[in-house]
């Protein structure tokens, strides 16, 4: 019997509970802005605690016909509910000012998701943003 156990995609930085203000379409590359950085994750062994630095995420090579946005009007943790499912490239369009709180991040191949809570234009929504990427995604320290 051969068992292999996945390993685990551990990033240097987190997004956990940060605010997304902006994502910035620039041909086949995104780029995702926060209200105040990303968190430095510090190794296991390390003595220091991890850190809020200042920075963005940029997404290589993006393949914008796999990138999707779906907006959930907020009913509580269950029950029925009536959403949208936008093309991450109408969403931007459509809503230019935005906060996006991170509450859960995925990583797949080429693939990144993020859930959450979105605020815009007086409403507020349960939020899945999906991103496919061929390139790399990148955590840039200012």
Excluded at 95 to 114: E, I, L, Q, R
């Amino acid at each position: 019997m051969i068992r292999t156990v996945r390993e685990n995609i551990n990033a240097a930085y987190d997004l956990h509970d940060m605010n997304v203000i902006s994502l910035e379409a620039n041909g086949n590359d995104l780029i995702m802005r926060t209200q105040s950085g990303m968190i430095k994750i510090m190794p296991p062994s390390s003595p220091i605690p991890s850190d809020q630095v200042d920075g963005y995420v940029e997404f290589h090579e993006v393949d914008w016909d796999f990138c999707f946005v779906y907006l959930l009007e907020h009913n509580g943790n269950i029950g029925k509910f009536k959403g949208e499912k936008l093309m991450l490239s109408d969403f931007i369009k459509k809503y230019p000012v935005f906060g996006f709180s991170v509450m859960d991040t995925a990583y797949g191949y080429n693939m990144t998701k993020y859930s959450g809570y979105l605020t815009s234009q007086r409403k507020f929504y349960e939020c899945f943003i999906e991103i496919y990427h061929k390139g790399d995604m990148v955590f840039v320290e200012e």
